[in-house]
């Protein structure tokens, strides 16, 4: 990781609203780095983590427009969790790679401080990509209900995806900061505030 650079890990549950909460840091001028943007980097066409993929689970994977097809990928690996951390194996380096470029070219910009949002940062084992870590939760409620309105599914159905994955309780443990967006949009804007004042020592830095 570059000298001079603080590097900020975001992360939370689905639904928990950590897009939102990453365009206010937007808004302060900060770079942010979105590791589900750099997963689809690293599998465009021509790339070296695309023909592995192809090798890996066949042409098959491919659409007719020449690009992966992700919602397949996804349905082959949730059966197979041999194939999954296969893929991981292919994917988390290129990954990490594209995230050490924008970081570098940040900091050669002049950056003090940058936001890298990952939603599975604690599952996948990268917090040692990051200095520190801010969880965005949200009450289980409040989760629930956005994930239904979101996705327009059921009750059942968004509590299943919900249990799936890692609870907010225990990213939580993780955190130094917790960023509660459980309310309004400018209830939510109004702890970034206060959040970012205590980071930066000025709300404008």
Not at 28 to 35: E, F, G, K, Q, R
Not at 78 to 85: A, G, H, M, T, V
Not at 141 to 170: C, F, P, T, Y
Request: a negative charge; charged letters at 30%; one cysteine or more.
């Amino acid at each position: 990781m570059p000298a001079g650079i603080r590097v900020i890990g975001l992360t939370g549950g689905i639904a928990t609203g950590k897009s939102s909460v990453a365009k206010f840091f937007k808004e302060m001028c900060v770079p942010v780095i979105d590791a589900d943007q750099l997963a689809r980097d690293a599998v465009l066409p021509g790339s070296p983590a695309f023909e592995q993929i192809i090798i890996l689970f066949g042409q098959d994977i491919v659409t007719i427009d020449g690009v992966l097809d992700r919602k397949r990928l996804g349905t082959l690996i949730f059966s197979d969790p041999e194939k999954r951390q296969m893929l991981e194996g292919i994917l988390h380096p290129e990954i990490r790679r594209l995230a050490d470029e924008k970081i570098s070219l940040a900091a050669a910009a002049g950056h003090k401080r940058l936001i890298y949002m990952a939603p599975v940062l604690i599952e996948a084992g990268a917090t040692d990509r990051v200095d520190d870590i801010w969880v965005v939760t949200v009450r289980p409620e409040v989760q629930l209900e956005r994930l239904m309105r979101r996705d327009g599914i059921n009750r059942e159905q968004a509590q299943r995806i919900i249990d799936s994955q890692m609870s907010l309780a225990d990213k939580e443990r993780y955190g130094s900061v917790i960023i509660d967006n459980s309310g309004t949009e400018e209830q939510t804007r109004m702890v970034l505030e206060t959040v970012w004042a205590k980071e930066t020592g000025s709300c404008n830095e």
